[in-house]
């Protein structure tokens, strides 16, 4: 499988993973001032954007989508790149450091520090939410989208600032969330809490919003009771996506946690 990606900039690599039921544009408010310090590589997971099908084959979802990452590594010639990510790629991020894949991970709002079966039961019940009423307002999306006020409706639960998309943009995300629908059900099918331990010199950074409505905010005190050794930092005023939200404090983030130069590769 060939996933779908852009590669450029400047610099040490730099892998973003975007969240379930989004896309590689995720990115896109944060990714030219990151190619100023970065070489920054955004792909589409299987079964998101233009990447092809995810295909399970009875396996468990984190096996196929690291053998997917490490894929897309070797064809790009990479070696322990910096990887960062938010929600679902947040935890790819930190499945990756723990399995020496990386040199650093930065995530922003991570899945993987939920309660237990009740709350993870809220989280589906978002996601289906959000995809039906997607496919509601497909009809619509066109029109809705030309307004600000339309794109921050549409973008609320995910965004504080879904107005300063463009409508393109979020147009383009609703056709996907509801095109990635069948992934999103096979990956909330197959998750389960994060347990990995990551190694004392992979450099951890999680940062999460305050105003976080899909992975509320008492999941990063989880996180930072799990995880202490990470450097953990609130994103005040921000979503579960914000990267639109707050440019500058994600730029930063981004840069700081992959700061500390590439590990030697890891041996075969």
Same mark, same amino acid.
């Given at each position: 499988?060939?996933?779908?990606?852009?590669?450029?900039? *400047?610099?040490?690599?730099?892998?973003?993973?975007?969240?379930?039921?989004?896309?590689?544009?995720?990115?896109?408010?944060?990714?030219?001032?990151?190619?100023?310090?970065?070489?920054?590589?955004? +792909?589409?997971?299987?079964?998101?954007?233009?990447?092809?099908?995810?295909?399970?084959?009875?396996?468990?979802?984190?096996?196929?989508?690291?053998?997917?990452?490490?894929?897309?590594?070797?064809?790009?010639?990479?070696?322990? =790149?910096?990887?960062?990510?938010?929600?679902?790629?947040?935890?790819?991020?930190?499945?990756?450091?723990?399995?020496?894949?990386?040199?650093?991970?930065?995530?922003?709002?991570?899945?993987?520090?939920?309660?237990?079966?009740?709350? +993870?039961?809220?989280?589906?019940?978002?996601?289906?939410?959000?995809?039906?009423?997607?496919?509601?307002?497909?009809?619509?999306?066109?029109?809705?989208?030309? &307004?600000?006020?339309?794109?921050?409706?549409?973008?609320?639960?995910?965004?504080?600032?879904?107005?300063?998309?463009?409508?393109?943009?979020?147009?383009?995300?609703?056709? *996907?969330?509801?095109?990635?629908?069948?992934?999103?059900?096979?990956?909330?099918?197959?998750?389960? =809490?994060?347990?990995?331990?990551?190694?004392?010199?992979? =450099?951890?950074?999680?940062?999460?919003?305050?105003?976080?409505?899909?992975?509320?905010?008492?999941?990063?005190?989880?996180?930072?009771?799990?995880?202490?050794?990470?450097?953990?930092?609130? @994103?005040?005023?921000?979503?579960?996506? =914000?990267? &639109?939200?707050?440019?500058? &404090?994600?730029?930063?983030?981004?840069?700081?946690?992959?700061?500390?130069? @590439?590990?030697?590769?890891?041996?075969?």
């Amino acid at each position: 499988m060939t996933l779908a990606y852009e590669r450029f900039g *400047n610099g040490e690599p730099l892998v973003l993973v975007h969240g379930i039921a989004h896309r590689r544009q995720a990115w896109y408010p944060v990714a030219e001032r990151l190619a100023e310090h970065r070489e920054v590589i955004l +792909f589409d997971l299987p079964g998101h954007g233009e990447s092809p099908a995810l295909d399970l084959e009875g396996r468990p979802v984190k096996d196929v989508l690291q053998e997917q990452l490490v894929d897309l590594f070797d064809h790009l010639g990479l070696h322990r =790149p910096h990887i960062a990510g938010n929600s679902l790629g947040g935890r790819v991020a930190l499945e990756a450091a723990a399995d020496g894949l990386a040199s650093s991970a930065t995530t922003l709002s991570p899945a993987g520090f939920w309660r237990g079966d009740a709350d +993870f039961a809220l989280i589906r019940a978002h996601f289906a939410i959000l995809v039906t009423s997607g496919l509601l307002a497909s009809p619509v999306a066109p029109t809705l989208t030309r &307004s600000a006020l339309g794109r921050k409706l549409m973008m609320g639960t995910l965004m504080t600032h879904g107005e300063r998309l463009d409508a393109e943009r979020v147009a383009g995300d609703l056709a *996907n969330m509801v095109n990635s629908r069948h992934a999103l059900h096979d990956i909330i099918g197959g998750a389960f =809490p994060f347990d990995g331990a990551i190694p004392s010199d992979v =450099p951890v950074t999680i940062a999460w919003g305050t105003r976080d409505l899909v992975l509320l905010p008492y999941q990063a005190r989880r996180a930072r009771k799990q995880l202490p050794q990470a450097e953990h930092i609130w @994103l005040e005023g921000a979503g579960h996506v =914000p990267m &639109s939200d707050d440019v500058d &404090s994600v730029v930063d983030i981004l840069l700081r946690g992959s700061s500390h130069g @590439l590990r030697e590769a890891r041996a075969a």
